[in-house]
């Protein structure tokens, strides 16, 4: 079926933003010729629109078809503005070329706001996108820059969703079959019924927790099973996580 390689918090123009590991991540993810990219925000540190202009230098050495969807540092100093001007949608779908996976990419950002909300208007265009894809049999890939569930070792609860139980409900109810975020810098995967929650780590920002180093995941989805990757930019592989592929059947 598809391999989508999911990257997140870039944060260029921080102070501990990486351009060398940037660099490097994005040749790896370019001699992997993944079916899709998916950027899951924090891609600029103040929204700031020089970091904009630089961020799109960056994205256009990706060799792949790409989504892009905004996080709480991006939407910072008018940066929302700035988004849509120069990576243009906030929300919105990407399907793989063989039409079998639909990428559903949604906007969590609030203006000068650490936290996330999706929204009635977007949770509602969330469903109607999902039921689509379901009655054609694709597997579904929701992207967000906010986790939904709260992410171990990674100190007080703060920014998740402000909307996070009612979306939960929609993605468990519509059948949701991946949920991909970023935000904390942390990789981790959870389980919920039918639906597999991942957050991915910082690519390209020092600031880690721990030991962590720079990394971004590898989703290998076939017809019969699941592959959850981590990808250490400087460093190894490890199989985050491994399952039977229920989601599309005959």
């Known amino acids: 079926m598809a391999i989508i390689a999911h990257l997140s918090d870039l944060h260029v123009g921080a102070i501990n933003f990486k351009e060398d590991i940037l660099f490097e991540a994005i040749k790896q993810v370019n001699n992997l010729n993944p079916d899709a990219v998916v950027i899951t925000g924090d891609i600029t540190e103040n929204g700031y629109y020089h970091e904009y202009l630089q961020v799109a230098e960056y994205l256009e050495l990706f060799e792949n078809p790409m989504m892009v969807v905004p996080g709480n540092h991006d939407s910072r100093h008018i940066g929302?503005?700035?988004?849509?001007?120069?990576?243009?949608?906030?929300?919105?779908?990407?399907?793989?070329?063989?039409?079998?996976?639909?990428?559903?990419?949604?906007?969590?950002?609030?203006?000068?706001?650490?936290?996330?909300?999706?929204?009635?208007?977007?949770?509602?265009?969330?469903?109607?996108?999902?039921?689509?894809?379901?009655?054609i049999k694709q597997y579904k890939v929701i992207a967000l820059h906010h986790h939904i569930i709260p992410v171990p070792k990674t100190g007080r609860e703060r920014n998740v969703l402000t909307d996070a139980g009612d979306i939960l409900q929609s993605l468990i109810y519509e059948n949701a079959d991946l949920v991909i975020s970023g935000h904390k810098h942390v990789p981790h995967v959870w389980h919920l019924e039918n639906t597999t929650f991942v957050t991915a780590g910082s690519v390209s920002s020092l600031k880690l927790r721990g030991k962590d180093i720079n990394s971004y995941n590898i989703y290998n989805i076939q017809e019969d099973k699941i592959e959850i990757k981590l990808k250490q930019v400087q460093g190894k592989n490890y199989l985050m996580a491994s399952y039977d592929n229920k989601c599309i059947l005959p």
């Open 80 to 135: 929302n503005e700035s988004f849509e001007e120069i990576i243009k949608h906030r929300h919105g779908t990407l399907s793989t070329n063989d039409g079998e996976i639909k990428i559903i990419g949604l906007d969590s950002s609030e203006p000068d706001l650490d936290y996330g909300k999706v929204g009635r208007s977007q949770q509602y265009w969330m469903e109607n996108e999902l039921r689509k894809a379901h009655k």
